[in-house]
């Protein structure tokens, strides 16, 4: 069991009392001589006696100052610690990803195993190597990727280990990691199969090698391609149950007695080899033919030039077997210095697998963590990651110093620390250094947001790390990461007894739900939102609209939405730009929801009340800066000009919507408008073929800063544009295959536009009639048993309708 006696303990708080204290030197002045004891004894001084002076100037009784000397100090102190802590530090400097990795030199006993691996990547273009940890299948792997690629350029590295200890990731995480690997956006895929295209696009004939290091399962990478022209990939990983069946993995095993002897001899590197070299097999043997812990052991002996060779053998010989690995282990953990010590007993005791080195400081409280970590590099207990991370050895987290150093101060500090960052690069997203940060991140603010039970005092910082990643996810389209994270701020929040912040997860777990098209989830989360805020009255401006949105979503209840809406319009500020346009986008929705069921004139009326209140809208989201308001504001307008018999109008607003939502990454909604071309396209020229327009925007519970739509029903009514088999192909219906086509895939599940889109798909190519149909139905599943709006039913009907 690792521990930390007293006196290391002492010895530990008093250097970071001085490192924090040398910290803050450059920010008190005078060349840094004044130290932070002297700079708070000047000031208070210099406060009490203005202060002073001042009161007896206006005081009855010169006695009445005496209770003054003793205030003024530590309300002075008071303050500064205040100051201090509110004050939000600068986001930390990005120094981008690290170059692919070195080749670890040397590379004993595995000259046959490299030569196999690079002659069956050049032979099959893609390659795996299968060893247990501690194997060297990583060194091998980085080996062949040089051998085949030797320019930087060239080159491209992703290691797929995640943040979570007890689960590795999942294939989609690890498809979206190579995606950014490769320049790709990750958001652009729902499924780990869609990556394979994008990866055979970005690789073919530019002579790459990709290499996917720490695999911890065969199902991470069997999406992947068997072969990429001119391009070769490499796995390397302990890559545990079924092989796929293109990949045939090289197997690395042991090494064997002469070739670890050999290894340990090169990290040794003295005389002492000479003197004893009969020690050197039960040393080699005693590592079991792991080149780590054979590494491991010629390091420590390196930096112990005192210690002979035989009396290492001696020690070992007296410890049973499964003690033998974690003797040096804990002789290189006793030779630490106290900050090293502690630093890495409260790494091992973390629900979370690695981090950056500011978050290490900020764990152990100290400005800078670097020496500490690297003297933990140096003797094996921690891995240097990608970029600038660090990672305890997995053999290493079992010691039992979890059970000890779980200090609820310690996390606090390192949630506070995350939610710092998290705040400020969210308000630089969507620049690069923001981006490259939550690519580094992400999965670690998860992470973060998981332990249950959470930390005391810790709601309101989970709180911003959950609206940063909501942010983040949003811009990569990574909406099962939006729920899941919704959901892990829910959890906390409940537990925490924060009604507040759970209220606000809530009303985002029912938006999100609403965007991936399951309206009675959403319904449910919006309810126990609700349920925290008892009074109508009280209720935020978020919150109405949440109202009005699930209204819409389940049922043709006009009335109640155009309530909702006054509300939400009088609980909104009344500078609110992107909030008003948002009302006045969900008044147009609900218009020409209404004149769906009217006849032609008075649905003619409506269409343009709707599009004059568009115009309006798309006026106010424009100088409210909300880009993904107007992209919806564009989409509506072009359903208005459609249904009011200006197709060139509807053209040019669908072309402008599909624009904008590309500039927000938003692939749901250029889908929608993909799906309504589409539509428009099939319908006969003096045919109306829209349903109503639904709502226009889900609720955002964040400070606004864009506004996303609800899935959007689209078109249903129109004529059937198929009533027999034309005499000649009509251009319109391949333009239409093709749109339907490219949307296909960026669709949600569920949802009615996912519906509509199965429903032409079925109907424009009948061999596929009966998946697409189920497909369609399917998408229609989670109105089932609640109240829906008449055009799911009517939607549902043609689906039902068709043959099959």
């Known amino acids: ?42 000031l208070q001084d210099e406060l009490r006696q203005r202060v002073v002076d001042a009161l007896l100037a206006v005081l009855p ?84 990727a040089w051998e085949l690629a030797a320019e930087a350029r060239k080159q491209r590295y992703a290691d797929v280990r995640g943040p979570d200890r ?37 690789l073919t004939g530019t002579g790459r090698v990709l290499l996917l290091d720490n695999v911890s399962t065969w199902s991470q990478v069997a999406w992947l391609p068997p072969r990429v022209p001119g391009a070769h990939i490499v796995v390397a990983g302990e890559a545990a149950g079924d092989v796929p069946r293109h990949l045939q993995p090289v197997e690395l095993g042991p090494l064997t007695s002469e070739a670890g002897q050999e290894l340990l001899a090169a990290h040794i590197g ?37 210690v002979p060779l035989r009396t290492l053998v001696d020690d070992l010989d007296r410890l049973p077997i499964d003690e033998k690995l974690s003797f040096v282990l804990r002789l290189s953990i006793e030779q630490l210095g106290p900050t090293a010590k502690q630093l890495f007993i409260l790494l091992a005791g973390l629900p979370i697998a690695e981090v950056d080195h500011q978050a290490a400081a900020a764990l152990a409280g100290l400005p800078s963590a670097r020496e500490a970590i690297d003297e933990l590099a140096e003797r094996g207990l921690v891995e240097k990651v990608r970029m600038s991370r660090v990672r305890v050895t997995g053999a290493f987290r079992d010691t039992g110093a979890a059970a000890t150093t779980q200090e609820a101060g310690a996390w606090r500090r390192l949630v506070e620390y995350f939610a710092d960052q998290a705040d400020a690069f969210a308000a630089r997203l969507p620049d690069d250094d923001a981006r490259t940060w939550f690519a580094a991140e992400d999965r670690v603010l998860l992470q973060v947001l998981a332990p249950e039970p959470p930390a005391r005092r810790t709601s309101r910082a989970l709180g911003r790390i959950a609206d940063a ?58 309810d126990q939102a609700a349920a925290l805020r008892v009074r109508v009255e009280s209720w935020p401006a978020e919150l109405h609209l949440g109202h009005a949105t699930i209204l819409l979503a389940t049922g043709d209840g006009f009335s109640a939405v155009e309530s909702a809406l006054i509300r939400y319009g009088q609980a909104l500020a009344g500078g609110d730009l992107v909030g008003h346009s948002l009302r006045l986008i969900n008044v147009a929705a609900l218009l020409m929801r209404r004149a769906q069921l009217l006849g032609r004139d008075d649905a003619q009326r409506l269409y343009a009340d709707a599009r004059a209140l568009l115009f309006e809208a798309l006026d106010m989201a424009g100088r409210g800066g909300d880009a993904h308001a107007q992209a919806h504001a564009h989409e509506l307008l072009a359903q208005a000009h459609w249904h009011l018999d200006r197709p060139f109008d509807a053209d040019q607003h669908w072309g402008e919507a599909e624009r904008m939502y590309g500039e927000t990454a938003d692939e749901i909604g250029r889908a929608r408008c993909h799906v309504h071309q589409a539509i428009a396209l099939l319908a006969e020229p003096d045919a109306h073929p829209g349903e109503a327009a639904g709502v226009a925007a889900e609720p955002d519970p964040r400070p606004r800063k864009t506004a996303e739509p609800d899935p959007h029903p689209g078109k249903g009514t129109e004529p059937d544009p198929y009533p027999g088999k034309a005499a000649e192909p009509d251009p319109r219906l391949g333009k239409a295959a093709e749109l339907l086509a490219a949307a296909e895939p960026r669709l949600p599940p569920a949802g009615l536009t996912t519906a509509l889109a199965y429903l032409h798909l079925a109907r424009l190519h009948p061999r596929q009639a009966a998946a697409h149909r189920a497909a369609g139905l399917a998408a229609l599943a989670p109105w089932d048993g609640i109240a829906e709006p008449q055009q799911v039913t009517e939607i549902r009907a043609r689906l039902t309708a068709l043959k099959h």
């Open 1 to 42: 069991m690792t521990g930390i006696s007293r006196r290391d303990r002492l010895r530990f708080r008093i250097s970071r009392l001085y490192q924090q204290a040398r910290a803050h030197l450059p920010e008190l002045g005078l060349s840094g001589l004044v130290t932070v004891a002297e700079a708070l004894v000047i």
């Open 61 to 144: 009784h010169p006695l009445l100052a005496l209770p003054l000397a003793l205030l003024v100090p530590a309300l002075t102190g008071l303050g500064v610690h205040a100051a201090r802590r509110e004050r939000k530090p600068a986001p930390q400097p990005l120094f981008g990803h690290l170059p692919f990795p070195d080749r670890v030199e040397p590379l004993i006993g595995r000259e046959d195993k490299l030569r196999e691996v690079v002659d069956r990547a050049r032979e099959s273009g893609i390659v795996a190597v299968r060893g247990a940890t501690g194997t060297g299948t990583s060194a091998l792997a980085v080996h062949c």
């Open 166 to 202: 007890q689960h590795p990731e999942t294939p989609l995480s690890v498809a979206q990691r190579v995606l950014r690997t490769l320049d790709r956006p990750p958001g652009s895929i729902q499924e780990p199969e869609d990556a394979a295209p994008v990866v055979i696009e970005a």
């Open 270 to 306: 003295d005389r002492r080899i000479d003197r004893d070299r009969q020690a050197l097999r039960p040393l080699a043997d005693a590592c079991l033919g792991s080149p780590a812990e054979i590494v491991r052991i010629g390091r420590w002996l390196a930096r112990n030039p005192n």
């Open 469 to 526: 990643v909501e942010a983040w996810f949003t811009l990569e389209q990574r909406h099962e990461d939006r729920l899941r994270a919704a959901a892990l701020l829910a959890r906390a929040a409940r537990s925490l007894g924060d009604d507040h912040v759970q209220a606000t997860a809530e009303l985002r777990q029912s938006a999100i739900l609403l965007t991936l098209g399951d309206p009675g989830e959403a319904r449910r989360h919006f």
